[in-house]
């Protein structure tokens, strides 16, 4: 049975995996063999040819590391365990090695070997390249809950979302990230899945899943959306309706103000005035309309509605900042990882969503902000020209 976990990496990544083990050992005929059939797929011929490799010169930590590559895709985990150990014991630090070991340990479920694997290369004293780092950090999320074994969803997000940052081509983040924000985010999960299946290195058995299964379900929840938005618009109709509701505020008339400003929504949802209106109104008239809860407005507004990007990050900033003030930390999680997905790199939020370890009663959030707190300084770093 083949391992259900996804590590494939750019190929980037690779060259910056494999230029550590250059020098490690020497090239054969063999091992040529097996890299062209693990390139193909062939995986029984790729391990048969690297397992000869390996016999041939067993100081050849490439070819090691690649026939523990060959096992871990068929699935022969113990036999990939043997062989990852091997390339371990001849270089204990290396990139490739280690990204591999990570790998294995996640399929036999040895969390605990896995971060330390995966780690070792975080860790700033390793020198690993931001390629290999992003496959490290997409590790952790395999072992934290990516693989949807592990509750913490706050740690996975935020450690795919700074693979990505690191290294936009990684398609195994890409992929794990869409399917960790399908259900929340259907618009920026169909982004990042049309991606992904674009990717150099995505593995072809998931990008058949991806567009058989995946991107369908995901436009169909699109065209729901989609469906319950007016069917015409008429953006003049929807400024007119909106001079009159603000008129009727200015009158204190705040029923006939409410349904005016729902009514100019409907007909142009891209009315940015409209909209901030409509939610400023309910969220200072809360005991005049107890059926408009400001925080499934505000998920309306920028799920549903289609407001300026300016506007929708108001919006998201806001309701985060609401739903803190009322207790509902989670809600305002989702609303920064909504604008976080489109911009991983925002300071502003990245700095909220650590500030949130604060209030979140949830003490596993304290892993999440410490990866937001160490992506932003990442992101001052290459903003400052040092960090690259």
């Not at 990717?199 to 995901?218: F, N, Q, S, W, Y």
């Not at 507004?301 to 506007?311: C, D, G, H, I």
Request: overall charge positive.
């Amino acid at each position: 049975m083949r391992n259900p976990y996804i590590f494939s990496l750019s190929a980037s990544a690779f060259v910056a995996a494999a230029s550590c083990l250059a020098g490690c050992g020497g090239s054969s005929d063999s091992a040529a063999k097996g890299e062209k059939a693990l390139s193909e797929g062939n995986y029984a011929d790729a391990a048969s040819f690297l397992a000869d490799a390996v016999k041939q010169n067993p100081g050849d930590v490439d070819a090691a590391v690649r026939l523990a590559e060959a096992h871990f895709a068929r699935g022969e985990n113990e036999a990939a365990d043997a062989a990852v150990k091997d390339a371990l014991r001849l270089r204990p630090d290396g990139a490739g090695p280690l990204l591999m070991d990570g790998k294995v340990a996640c399929a036999l479920r040895d969390w605990k070997r896995a971060t330390a694997s995966f780690g070792k290369l975080l860790d700033p004293k390793s020198g690993a390249s931001r390629e290999v780092r992003a496959s490290a950090l997409n590790g952790i999320a395999v072992v934290v809950g990516a693989d949807g074994s592990n509750p913490d969803k706050d740690e996975a997000f935020a450690a795919l979302l700074h693979a990505i940052y690191l290294d936009p081509g990684n398609p195994a983040a890409t992929y794990h990230l869409a399917g960790l924000v399908a259900d929340k985010f259907p618009f920026e999960a169909k982004d990042l899945y049309s991606q992904f299946v674009r990717m150099p290195g995505a593995d072809p058995r998931h990008v058949k899943i991806v567009e058989d299964t995946a991107l369908p379900a995901l436009r169909r929840k699109i065209k729901e959306i989609e469906a319950r938005r007016s069917a015409k618009t008429d953006a003049a109709k929807s400024m007119e309706l909106l001079k009159e509701a603000n008129a009727l505020r200015l009158k204190r008339k705040t029923r006939e103000a409410h349904a005016k400003f729902k009514k100019a929504i409907a007909l142009d949802p891209s009315n940015d005035d409209a909209i901030a209106a409509f939610i400023d109104l309910i969220s200072r008239n809360r005991k005049t309309f107890p059926a408009d809860n400001p925080i499934e407005t505000y998920k309306t507004a920028v799920s549903e509605w289609r407001p300026s990007p300016k506007l929708r990050r108001k919006l998201c900033i806001d309701a985060s900042e609401y739903a803190v003030r009322n207790r509902k930390e989670v809600m305002a999680v989702q609303f920064l990882e909504r604008l976080l997905v489109s911009d991983s790199s925002d300071l502003d939020v990245l700095g909220r969503m650590a500030a949130l370890e604060k209030t979140r009663s949830n003490g596993m959030f304290r892993r999440a902000a410490a990866r937001y707190r160490a992506m932003a300084e990442e992101v001052r770093k290459d903003r400052s020209g040092s960090g690259r």
